[in-house]
């Protein structure tokens, strides 16, 4: 009898243990809570993306020494400018040899990528900061942030000179059907 008795207190202990449990209010977990907080980012968010119109890329640069900081944001937003310039020649190159009727494609694209490279060489030269800002830490270091842009327009009229002062590349060259096919790749940044 005192068996069943355990047998018993112990089921309607573990019910009321379950009960408590499953009745427990939920907390909800926010950012705050959990000691997340929102970091704002000078020079980044989407007025400093990619669009139709030009090219962009933000960087962050930290060093103990202020120049320092500046030179490795000014070096990092340059190498990705380039990457985003090489990639948008790269694709118009390609489509508007693949859409031409050209009797020897594959030497017109040899000769289209090695344009490619010197107009990402020369157009980085042509880049202006559209957003600067330096900030010091508590412990004295400083971070510099930075948006670099390129104008879609300044990126075509560099191709442009390329490719109507290459003899052979001239002879094939339409530059309204040229541009067209970079306006479109233009308009597919920052999607």
Request: aromatic content about 8%.
């Amino acid at each position: 009898m005192k068996t069943n008795f355990l047998k018993v207190s112990s089921l309607f202990l573990l019910a009321g243990a379950m009960m408590l449990t499953s009745c427990k209010t939920t907390q909800k977990v926010t950012p705050q809570s959990s000691g997340e907080v929102e970091v704002l980012t000078p020079c980044f968010g989407p007025e400093y993306q990619s669009n139709s119109k030009a090219l962009r890329f933000s960087a962050i640069g930290e060093s103990m020494d202020q120049m320092t900081a500046k030179k490795k944001a000014m070096s990092e937003a340059r190498a990705g400018l380039a990457a985003a310039i090489n990639t948008v020649v790269k694709a118009v190159t390609d489509n508007y040899v693949k859409s031409g009727n050209y009797n020897n494609k594959e030497e017109l694209m040899k000769n289209y990528e090695g344009v490619t490279r010197e107009v990402v060489n020369q157009t980085l030269a042509g880049t202006m900061p559209i957003c600067e800002k330096t900030m010091m830490k508590k412990d004295g270091t400083y971070k510099y942030y930075v948006c670099l842009e390129l104008g879609g327009s300044e990126i075509l009229q560099s191709i442009n000179n390329k490719m109507t002062n290459n003899e052979m590349l001239k002879v094939d060259y339409n530059y309204e059907k040229f541009k067209k096919t970079f306006d479109e790749e233009m308009s597919k940044t920052g999607n």
